[in-house]
């Protein structure tokens, strides 16, 4: 590993970002920053926060991750947006960026994501969201007179599934049942380890699932939007009584950078949307929404492609946040409701229709064949 004076001659800045106890951020590292949320980050924190300083965005580029998703930020922050393509699991690769950019704070969001691709195949999920986890962590604590804050983006899921009614809180055991949300879990706890053994600030959030404009159609609400659109059938797993609590993306960015400035260093805040609904009602709510929007006379209602598939193995059943902590420590609430916010998911993948068309090339194509292949219809 480098010598950890030498990014200091190096280390430039526009501006600065107050947070708590007069520290400031200049230069965030952000991993992941070409995915579906990490790219609405990106685009919340440099044109409506108050985030002052550089973005340095280090994105593989798996199949999850498109640079396309930020043209318009290269393009309007030639002098505060930075991207470089590497791999989080790369150590000199990711000591260079720290010492070329003088990186103070860190949001990392890189993980492979998809329970389902999880199940198929576990390799790249322990690679990239543990050990790829580990190596920002060594990083962090080799430059540790510099890092104000690490932030670690991760998921409701590590809580496993609450069938009874309650809420996951911040003291909720782990239970993950998946190895997407083992691996998640397990991240959680180095974030938190290190933070406790080598008093590296760090904070942890645990949030709901998010749907919002990006977002690769290979999860439920895009996947359904746009197969809605083409009239293809509508993969409900199992009975489609599962529950899950959405969130709309920009305001999980948002709750992201509110525990960035002022949460309590070493803790954990779970975010959530308020908004319990079991998929089948998602997707009979997507279908209907489009039929208004785009109706096509003569045509039968979308919600007669919905078909009943296979279940997923170890599908939980209801997940349910409750994000009192955020709200009363920091003041964070939603403010999208699910009504609001997936007519404006619709209306943005309706207005990205070339978006889309690159998205579904390629690897998406061949994911989606392997996939609905092995699901039987029931
Ligand atoms: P995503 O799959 O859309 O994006 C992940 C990004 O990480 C991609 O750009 C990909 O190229 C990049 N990446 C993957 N492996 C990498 C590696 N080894 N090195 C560098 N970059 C790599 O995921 P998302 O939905 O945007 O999720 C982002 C984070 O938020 C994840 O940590 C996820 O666990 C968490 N999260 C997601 C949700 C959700 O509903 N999507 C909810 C809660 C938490
Ligand atoms: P998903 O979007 O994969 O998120 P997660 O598994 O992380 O919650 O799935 C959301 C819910 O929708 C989950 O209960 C599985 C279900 N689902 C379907 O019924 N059909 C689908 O085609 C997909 C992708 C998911």
Known sequence: MQNRSAHQNVKLFLGESRCQKGIFMKNMLVTGGCGFIGSNFIRYILSESDF???IINVDKLTYAGNPEN???????????YYFIKADICDR???????EKYGIDSVCHFAAESHVDRSIAKPDAFI??????????????RFHKDEIILFHHVSTDEVYGS????GYFTEETPYHPNSPYSASKAASDHLVRAYG?????????SNCSNNYGPYQFPEKLIPLI????????SLPVYGDGLNIRDWLYVKDHCKAIWTIMKNGKRGETYNIGGRCEMCNIDVVKI?????????????KQPRRNLIVFVKDRPGHDQRYAIDFSKLQKELGWVPDESFETGIRKTIRWYLDNKEWIERVKSGEYVSWIKKHYNFLKTV
């Open 162 to 165: 609450i069938d009874d009614g």
């Open 196 to 204: 406790t053994t080598y008093g590296i600030p760090v904070t942890i």
């Open 70 to 80: 930020l043209a318009v930020i290269d393009k309007n922050f030639p002098d505060r």
């Open 225 to 232: 939007l746009l197969n809605a659109l083409e009239g293809k």
């Open 52 to 54: 002052k300083g550089r």
């Open 92 to 98: 000199q690769a990711m000591a260079m960026v720290f």
């Open 286 to 298: 997507i279908c209907n929404i489009i039929d208004k929007m785009m109706p096509e006379p003569g």
């Open 127 to 140: 690679k990239t969201n543990i050990n790829g986890t580990f190596n920002l962590l060594e990083l962090a």
